[in-house]
């Protein structure tokens, strides 16, 4: 690896035109992946249970073989290269340590297989990173004798000794239970911010994604779907999978048919009217589409004691801490709003219903984003 600071190819990785199947091509598990991370970057790849993200992070790290496309690390041609010699360190979700060592010596384990470092360097980095992940006080112990975030930040602590162009990770918090979770998550956006060295990672929950990403990588079925900061893919999401996938709760997706009114165009479905902005008008004029998916998210719905675009039933508020879920329903459809803490009484039967209409996007038939 280049020394801090030394221009932001470190770390940089591209992964081009990547395929990977399985059983003769019978399972595709991931196809027409581009992805270039630039150095130092967070970049997490996230989707469902079998969209591809972990067979996309394996071929990173060399422990699959692509069906075709490359991956490059720093610039160079990283593909037909074995795992080892790629410069890149992952954590994985099982921690792995080995239990009749240390913690100093598993930390060192991979150190000790580069005979070219002197042993002064390896203990060196290895209380270096000790001290990073604040667990130099375990270094002597057993791995039964920690917790389970200690345990993984001892497997952090194993990569960062490698010094590393990049860390992989592939859900390595998914075995701690909510709080440490939480906490790790903090931690290891600090560790990465102060080594200044890219990671990829790996997790299908889209609220880590949000968390730590710089880049987010959005996968469903072995295709990428979206690449953007937390902030794009949240507020534009390009298509109706990226829009449901990200965020809690989920949007609002009202199926309308497309109608010229005296006042212009509107969305129609089964419990309300709502017009178009001009933008929206423009488009569908244009392209001449029939029906919409129409989304909002769900800090746009406004609740309100009058007016409003329609009137829903209330069927129950979920408390959020200082924001509430406003779940209610109408013509059989459950729609959901975010309003502050305890503005909408839970004694109320009915709701009357704004959308902030220039906050919403149109989907067309094939789930693709219109405007
Ligand atoms: P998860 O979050 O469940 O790990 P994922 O998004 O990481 O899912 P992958 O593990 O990359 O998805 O799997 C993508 C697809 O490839 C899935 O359909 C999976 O069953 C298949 N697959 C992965 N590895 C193999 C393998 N070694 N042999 C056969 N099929 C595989």
Redesign the pocket.
């Known amino acids: 690896a280049a020394p801090p600071g030394a221009g932001d190819t470190e770390g940089q990785i591209r992964i081009e035109n990547l395929r990977k199947t399985?059983?003769n091509g019978e399972?595709i598990?991931c196809d027409d992946v581009n992805i270039k991370t630039e150095g130092g970057e967070f970049v997490v790849l996230v989707?469902p249970?079998?969209?591809?993200?972990?067979?996309t992070l394996r071929c990173i790290a060399g422990l699959e073989e692509p069906d075709e496309g490359k991956i490059l690390v720093d610039g160079e041609d990283v593909t037909g290269k074995k795992s080892k010699d790629r410069d890149l360190a992952f954590v994985f979700q099982s921690i792995a340590l080995f239990p009749h060592m240390t913690v100093r010596k598993n930390m060192r384990f991979g150190l000790d297989m580069k005979t070219d470092l002197p042993k002064s360097e390896k203990n060196q980095r290895v209380e270096e990173a000790a001290e990073t992940l604040g667990i130099e006080e375990t270094l002597d112990r057993k791995p039964s004798a920690l917790s389970g975030g200690q345990q993984q930040r001892v497997s952090l602590g194993r990569a960062m000794v490698m010094e590393p162009a990049a860390f992989l990770l592939d859900e390595p918090f998914s075995a701690l239970d909510a709080n440490l979770r939480d906490h790790m998550r903090v931690e290891v956006k600090k560790i990465q911010r102060r080594l200044d060295t890219a990671m990829v990672f790996?997790t299908?929950d889209q609220e880590e994604a949000m968390t730590l990403g710089d880049k987010i990588v959005v996968m469903d079925d072995g295709y990428v779907q979206q690449i953007g900061t937390p902030y794009d893919i949240y507020n534009e999401p390009k298509n109706r999978f990226v829009a449901d996938f990200i965020g809690s709760p989920s949007p609002n997706l009202i199926d309308c048919t497309v109608e010229e009114t005296s006042e212009g165009v509107a969305f129609v479905s089964d419990f309300c009217t709502i017009p178009a902005t001009d933008e929206q008008a423009e488009a569908v004029r244009e392209r001449g589409d029939e029906t919409v998916v129409y989304g909002v998210r769900p800090e746009y719905l406004n609740i309100r004691e009058e007016g409003g675009h329609f009137v829903a039933q209330l069927d129950v508020i979920e408390p959020l801490g200082d924001r509430d879920a406003v779940h209610i329903s109408s013509g059989g459809t459950p729609l959901s709003a975010v309003t502050p803490q305890g503005e909408v009484s839970k004694d109320r039967e009915t709701v009357n219903v704004q959308i902030r209409t220039d906050e919403s996007w149109l989907f067309d038939e094939e789930g693709d984003r219109i405007v």
């Open positions: 399985f059983d399972i598990a989707g249970s079998g969209c591809g993200k972990t067979t790996v299908h």
